[in-house]
């Protein structure tokens, strides 16, 4: 078992000129990002090592978060601002099983929550203004996320050993700005991996997305 506390920090910095435009009013700088992490949690092997199983509760607090927003009506381009404060707070399970020596089962589900606080603003690149955005979810923070899957080995000799890997990773709905109007939905991705591997020597062949799922990862206003 295990408690963590830490206090992190990002310098703040100077934003370049946006490419034929004006700068919006007050984005020719921003200042530094600081955050307390908390986190606890525990790990453990049971079964005579053949099961693993990690558990962790996490806590973080932004102050003066550091977000990137788009220039209004520039194409893509984006500065860094001071939002305000924000926190996020979650849990991760983790597990791996070893069925056989040769036979592998693994999983892993995380629950998130990030929201800004009251207070927070963000230029709304659709209208150009600052919006208070307190209470709505940070971009590209995935309600939930997760994995499963499983691998199988072998060693035909103490020299080679083949293996085989299937993973399919979930993940939740997210939004892409800060004023949550359009997010992408849930969506899974499956692997395929497989090789031989010696002891100074790989190759392998592999495939990401075998079932052709489309979904957005990045959009913009």
């Known amino acids: 078992a295990y408690v963590s506390v830490a206090r992190g920090f990002k310098a703040g910095g100077f934003n370049p000129a946006p490419t034929g435009l004006p ?16 986190e606890l949690g525990h790990k453990a092997r049971w079964l005579g090592n053949r099961l693993e199983s990690i558990v962790a509760l996490f806590y973080i607090d932004w102050d003066s978060l550091q977000l990137n927003q788009q220039i209004p009506f520039s194409g893509g381009q984006y500065f860094i601002g001071n939002a305000g ?3 996020s707070k979650g849990v991760e399970v983790e597990t791996r099983f070893y069925a056989f020596p040769w036979w592998e089962l693994f999983g892993m589900v995380g629950y998130t929550r ?14 150009g203004v600052d919006e208070e955005v307190g209470g709505n979810t940070l971009p590209y923070a995935p309600a939930f996320n997760s ?55 790989f190759a392998e062949g592999w495939v990401d ?5 489309r979904y957005v990862p990045i959009a913009i206003p």
């Open 114 to 127: 990030a929201r800004f606080l009251g207070g927070s603003t963000a230029l709304n690149s659709n209208l």
């Open 209 to 213: 997305n075998a079932f052709d799922t």
């Open 85 to 87: 404060a924000a926190n």
């Open 23 to 38: 700068a919006p009013a007050g984005t020719g700088s921003y200042g530094p990002e600081r955050t307390w992490n908390y």
């Open 147 to 201: 994995n499963m899957g499983t691998q199988i080995s072998w060693a035909p000799s103490n020299r080679v050993s083949l293996y085989l890997r299937t993973q399919v990773s979930l993940t939740g709905d997210y939004v892409y700005d800060a004023s949550n109007a359009m997010g992408q939905d849930t969506y899974a991705l499956t692997s395929f991996r497989g090789g031989v591997r010696g002891r100074r020597w």
